[in-house]
């Protein structure tokens, strides 16, 4: 599960970096490559560009491996108003919302905050958060809805609480409990959900949804 995440201190902001939760996406190094620089050591220099720009790099971070606050200590990233489950064509999960992140029989979240990238093709080594491996494992999934959900809804007509509950199940799918959003790729909103049971094998024929074919495949992952 999620480390304890490193520190880049800024005058203004900190920045911090979480790589057990990186999905390498590269938002960062693509959007702000004086702050992010993966060839340098350190790879973070908050103080390269204004704070205005840091923020909106660092909110574009699907995993949430990266996140900042300013030096007062004070969080600044809000939730967006109605939580969200992206399914990235041929890739993984990517959640927006107030997210927590539980194993099956824990009550205290092991992972928080506003953005999550969760592993769908089975293959990553770092489960259940994405590491990229769906690029090189032959996972191809459209990333649609087999099934009429309830109709679409504008995310202003969303919930703002409680927080969207991710419940990890040994050897089996993601429970994810509370309103949220289906979205496909390109942001279009699929429909609206209050539960469900989502594959995290790879190996489901109803994907997104779980089937329970984990068993037949024998996968393992915490």
Not at 78 to 90: D, M, T
């Amino acid at each position: 599960m999620s480390s304890h995440p490193r520190e880049y201190k800024g005058l203004t902001l900190t920045v911090s970096f979480d790589g057990e939760r990186c999905s390498h996406a590269g938002e960062c190094v693509r959007g702000l490559p004086k702050v992010f620089d993966s060839t340098r050591s350190p790879w973070v220099n908050p103080d390269a560009a204004s704070a205005t720009a840091v923020m909106g790099v660092v909110e574009r971070c699907p995993s949430g491996a990266l996140q900042y606050r300013f030096g007062n200590g004070a969080k600044s990233e809000r939730p967006p108003r109605g939580a969200s489950v992206s399914l990235v064509p041929g890739g993984p999960l990517r959640l927006r919302g107030e997210l927590r992140l539980l194993l099956a029989d824990g009550a205290e979240a092991v992972a928080t905050g506003t953005r999550l990238a969760l592993c769908r093709c089975g293959q990553s080594a770092r489960k259940p958060f994405c590491d990229g491996a769906h690029a090189t494992s032959g996972f191809d999934d459209p990333g649609a809805l087999g099934l009429e959900l309830s109709p679409k809804a504008s995310p202003a007509a969303l919930p703002a609480a409680p927080a969207l509950e991710v419940r990890v199940r040994p050897d089996g799918p993601l429970k994810v409990a509370g309103e949220f959003q289906f979205l496909d790729g390109a942001g279009r909103v699929l429909g609206v959900s209050r539960e469900a049971a989502l594959c995290r094998c790879g190996a489901s024929r109803n994907k997104p949804f779980c089937d329970g074919r984990h068993r037949e495949a024998g996968f393992k992952a915490g």
